[in-house]
């Protein structure tokens, strides 16, 4: 994978997240959006991330940056051949070494920690957009995606 097209997959990712209207993705589709890039996959399948943003479904739980991650590790296996079940345990260890990762880049997992705020209603959602606090959710997806590309074979 060329540095190029790497980037062109990030920025793309990056672009679709921090759009707005019907063509917007969350922080979980953003990352599965890059890694369907890289894996040469269909883009439509973003749709399966569209309900872990927010920490899942907007409860605060796990960053959908890093569920994206999962995701696409999960993806990977089952597009290319050869990822049977004999590489799920290193898969595990390099997913969890990407958690503790983040975890100590920006000091939590959880979404909620991670925006100072709850943003499980809608008023909260917009709260938390309009006091700005969702702005850091690009360094989220952005250094996701810069840990997962050599998993996805970049």
Not at 38 to 59: D, K, N, Q, S
Not at 114 to 142: H, N, Q, W
């Amino acid at each position: 994978m060329t540095e190029d097209k790497l980037a062109q997959a990030k920025d793309a990712a990056l672009e679709a997240f921090r759009g707005s209207g019907p063509s917007r993705l969350n922080c979980a589709q953003a990352v599965l959006r890059f890694s369907l890039f890289m894996m040469e996959a269909e883009p439509g399948l973003v749709t399966v991330a569209r309900y872990f943003g927010g920490g899942i479904a907007r409860t605060g739980q796990i960053c959908g940056a890093v569920s994206g991650a999962a995701l696409s590790l999960g993806f990977r296996d089952h597009l290319i051949s050869g990822h049977g079940p004999d590489v799920v345990p290193a898969t595990i260890e390099r997913l969890q070494v990407l958690m503790r990762g983040f975890e100590n880049e920006f000091g939590a997992l959880p979404c909620a920690t991670l925006l100072g705020c709850e943003i499980s209603t809608p008023e909260s959602y917009k709260r938390a957009k309009e006091t700005g606090a969702t702005e850091r959710c690009s360094l989220f997806v952005s250094w996701v995606c810069d840990q997962l590309a050599p998993l996805l074979g970049a």
